[in-house]
């Protein structure tokens, strides 16, 4: 038993089935045992990102953040928020190609980098000394308060959020709870516990089939309302792994997208190892539209991230892939590892990218 699966446990024992979101939440965010609230050692163990393939990935996004940037006049202060900064390897990737190659840009950003774990918080704030102390930089546990001008972008965060899961039966949705039954987690399938899912459900534009599986994604909905309340004048940037709900919740997904993640390998044993794997689900990215919506962010474009990266770096031909003094070998890698990046079989049209915009005609 990990200490977590002790935890959950004894307060399932004593108060009785847990939401999965709850179960979720504390899989992950637990302030001890939670699989992102410890350091990082797991991490290429388990997966990688984008972020991980090629610094190209940040200098591609810092050359779209410095176009919103003229797109919103030039504004003297740009916030640029990352929500899931984790380390801040993808920070570090866009504020140093700033500073080098985007200067006008670099001097009026503004870096706000989001992180809920305290130990990320403490190793990004060690890598991105320098640019903090030259005043482009800080750490925060949360989204500011206030974003006059500027961008709030994510990868691979939405789906590190906790969802319910939910069942249709008789026609009925209805929730599975975690229990504990003879040693081990259950599912336990009850009533719903929040008049939220049913909100969530009745705005898709499709409806379960009888005995699918789906999550309702209900963090991601407060998230994206609140980052729309918080914006005055800017940009999101959501990439993540996902689909419209009519392809999320289509004869394809009857089992839903939920996944467990550990030394490279996929599961649907959500229950191993509380706090030792990764839980994630795919984005449904039109309730990100819809929630969106509800705060002022009108959506401008869905694509899949090929298309998103080679709009950006076509150009100059991805002349941002080499740094100076490279070898020849050291091109072709670079040119390798961008091709994962952006073809369809590789991490390109599995990830998709949405833009949604506010205070700009
Ligand atoms: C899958 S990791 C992605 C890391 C990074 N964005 C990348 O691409 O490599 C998700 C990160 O989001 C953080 N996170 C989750 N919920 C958060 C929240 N509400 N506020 C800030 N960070 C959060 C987690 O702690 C974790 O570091």
Known sequence: MTPLEELLADRIRRRGPLPFADFMRECLYHPVHGYYSKAESQRFADYYTSVDVHPIFGRLLARKFAWMWEQLERPKEFLLVEAGAGVGRLAQHVLDFCAAKLTEFYAAVRYVAVERSALRREQAGKRLRPHATAGHLRISPEIPAQIPAGCVFSNEFIDALAVHRVVRTGGMLQEIFVGWDNGKFIDAVRPVSTCAINEYFATQPVTLREGQHAEAGLEACDWITEVGRRIARGFVVTIDYGHRAEELFDERHMRGTLLAYRDHRVSEDFYAVPGEQDLTAHVN?????????????????????????????????????????????????????????????????????????????
């Open 285 to 361: 990215f039109t309730a990100l539209e819809t929630w969106g919506q509800r705060s002022g962010l009108e959506t401008r474009e869905l694509t899949s991230q090929t298309a998103f990266l080679l709009a950006l770096g076509e150009s100059n031909e991805f002349a941002d892939l080499y740094d100076p003094g490279q070898s020849e070998a050291e091109q072709i890698r670079a040119r390798l590892q961008l091709k994962t990046l952006i073809h369809p079989e590789g991490m390109g049209e599995r990830f998709q990218a949405l833009l949604q915009r506010k205070g700009l005609t």
